[in-house]
């Protein structure tokens, strides 16, 4: 059973910085491209960036140069380092993976973040 499990979200004040990680477990972690979503109140779920199997990465425009997606393969752990946080960065972040072997996507529970102003 693959599970996802994020952690690392918070209270920040705009222009600080935080760091999510999503711990992967029942999977092969290093064949998979994971990814990570935001939801805002009233709003669709979004991708904020994504990383391949071989750590090439993708953004949404509007974190680029703030944000940064990475993977630890020996801890089967994905990390997103959120800097410069502003209020608009305020939503619960997923962690997902389309499981390449299962065919099968699967979601974390979600770590709230917010940014005061």
């Known amino acids: 059973q693959v599970q996802l499990v994020e952690s690392g979200g918070g209270l920040v004040q705009a222009g600080g910085s935080l760091r999510l990680s999503c711990a992967a477990s029942g999977m092969i972690f290093s064949i998979n491209g994971l990814g990570w979503y935001r939801q805002a109140p009233g709003k669709q779920r979004e991708l904020v960036a994504d990383?391949?199997?071989?750590?090439?990465?993708t953004y949404v425009e509007s974190v680029k140069g703030r944000f940064t997606i990475s993977r630890d393969n020996a801890k089967n752990t994905v990390y997103l380092q959120m800097n410069s946080l502003k209020p608009e960065d305020t939503a619960v972040y997923y962690c997902n993976t389309f499981e390449v072997t299962i065919r099968r996507q699967y979601w974390g529970q979600g770590t709230q973040v917010t940014v005061s102003s």
């Open positions: 990383i391949t199997s071989d750590s090439r990465t």
